[in-house]
């Protein structure tokens, strides 16, 4: 009898199910928390990116305000700072996660048999009312939508929404962006003045998202999330919870730094500086080294260097030097300064997000 529930539980929870990475939201290597954000951008928990257009101004944060016994340690919070009540058209504030083409073909989209597939999340807000879910098909311009209540202020409510299969249009077998999972929390009539789409069709953008509640209309609405699961199928199973390490290296695909892990990026300190080169001939006119990143990432990184003090484009040098990357790659970079001296030390960040 125990061998045949030991089988049930492997038969009815394969492992590797979540598509997304960071659903738990307890990945955040760039900052815990970040305010008077009014752009776009990657800024707390890795993988996540606010994308806003003229709607408020906000503060992100990972939280430890998680569902009780779900066994989740963080959670994602959105805090409006400055209220927008009146969006203007073309105005909106959505929270992402862009996927590669090539971990999706096992969606089959674009084939007669393309997969359903089910999204499951935990969901906590002071405002309720009707949010959308959209799933954007960046290769195709296609779009298929959905909406959910937060039935009750303040308390962590569970949903899930199923997606039916897109027989039309096959995702590109690549790096590159060709699936969007918006979760939308405010927009403009440019978004909102249609009929909802709730099956795949064309992208118009007046069907994305009708009947949204607006999150930025006032200062005092804050939103919690967590528990993100995308998997193949009509039915959600329980949230996978993967081992720290190996979320972080699916992380590090996307964006790595040098920082020890929990210390944001930018830190004023020089506990935990990595030493890119030290020793060697004074006199050298020239001297480099290299650095082997931390995992092989989606595509060449754009590079970043700090100081002790946290100031970014520059390290530790000889006075008046000039870092030169020379050679950068997907896995490595080499890099020389044009004055003699002994040692170059500080941090860097690398980063290939998919936008």
């Not at 089959?108 to 499951?120: F, L």
Request: glycine letters at 10%; aromatic letters at 10%.
């Amino acid at each position: 009898m125990a061998i045949q529930k030991v089988i049930s539980s492997v038969l009815d929870n394969p492992g590797r199910r979540n598509i997304l990475i960071n659903g738990d939201m307890r990945i955040a290597q760039r900052a815990t928390s970040v305010t008077g954000k009014t752009g776009s951008g990657y800024y707390t928990v890795d993988r996540w990116r606010n994308t806003i257009s003229g709607l408020g101004t906000w503060s992100f944060s990972q939280s430890t305000d998680t569902p009780t016994g779900q066994g989740f340690g963080y959670s994602l919070k959105l805090d409006c700072t400055t209220a927008d009540g009146s969006p203007a058209t073309g105005d909106y504030f959505i929270l992402t996660q862009l996927l590669e083409g090539q971990d999706l073909q096992r969606l089959k989209k674009g084939t007669s048999n393309a997969e359903s597939v089910t999204v499951s999340f935990w969901v906590k807000s002071t405002k309720t009312g009707t949010y959308i879910l959209e799933f954007e098909d960046a290769d195709n311009t296609r779009s298929i939508s959905q909406s959910y209540t937060v039935d009750s202020a303040s308390t962590w409510e569970k949903k899930t929404l199923t997606f039916a299969g897109d027989t039309t249009g096959a995702f590109t077998n690549d790096n590159n962006t060709s699936l969007a999972v918006n979760f939308w929390y405010g927009a403009g009539t440019d978004y909102t003045s249609g009929s909802l789409n709730t099956s795949w069709g064309t992208r118009t953008s007046a069907n994305i998202a009708p009947g949204l509640t607006n999150l930025g209309d006032n200062t005092a609405n804050e939103l919690y999330i967590t528990g993100v699961q995308l998997e193949v199928g009509s039915t959600a199973s329980d949230f996978e919870h993967r081992p720290f390490g190996e979320e972080l290296v699916s992380c590090q695909r996307y964006f790595q730094k040098s920082y020890a892990q929990g210390t944001p990026v930018g830190n004023a300190s020089s506990t935990n500086r990595y030493y890119y080169l030290i020793g060697g001939n004074n006199d050298t006119t020239n001297k480099g080294g290299s650095y082997t990143l931390q995992t092989q990432m989606r595509a060449t990184p754009t590079m970043t260097f700090y100081d002790d003090s946290g100031t970014s484009g520059t390290m530790h040098t000889p006075a008046g030097a000039t870092i030169n990357v020379i050679l950068l790659s997907t896995h490595h970079f080499t890099f020389y300064i044009n004055m003699a001296g002994r040692e170059i030390f500080g941090h860097h960040t690398a980063e290939a997000e998919l936008t």
